[in-house]
């Protein structure tokens, strides 16, 4: 069955910089779109990033060019850089994968099929 699995997930003082990673395993990975979400108690989760199979991207507004997402096709991984990181920006990072061509919002949750357990993000000082 498809699995997530994130990693990278920290404290960080404001300013500084994290990269999540999130392997995928029992799927064709080439098939796959994936998207970054964040949650916080009591809030909705809220897309990050997203990418499709062949590369294209969607971004929050709020990441503002601060993070990056990226994927490797030989390692089945996904990556977010996420940079000047901000107070507001501690959440709960979950990856999740669609079967590409299936999303038309690919920065709303709901359309995504497969989600790993998430990890901490936590901005500090």
């Known amino acids: 069955q498809v699995q997530l699995v994130e990693s990278g997930g920290g404290l960080v003082q404001p300013g500084g910089s994290l990269r999540l990673s999130c392997v995928a395993s029992?799927?064709?990975?080439?098939?796959?779109?994936f998207g970054w979400f964040r949650q916080v108690p009591g809030k909705g989760r809220e897309g990050v990033y997203s990418?499709?199979?062949?590369?294209?991207?969607d971004k929050g507004n709020f990441v503002k060019g601060r993070f990056t997402i990226s994927r490797d096709s030989a390692t089945n991984t996904v990556y977010l850089q996420l940079n000047s990181l901000k107070p507001e920006d501690t959440a709960v990072y979950y990856c999740?994968?669609?079967?590409?061509?299936?999303?038309?919002?690919?920065?709303?949750?709901?359309?995504?099929?497969?989600w790993g357990q998430g990890t901490q993000v936590t901005v500090s000082s």
């Open positions: 999740a994968a669609a079967l590409r061509g299936t999303l038309t919002l690919p920065l709303y949750y709901r359309e995504y099929e497969h």
């Open positions: 990418i499709s199979s062949i590369g294209e991207t």
């Open positions: 029992g799927m064709t990975f080439d098939y796959y779109d």
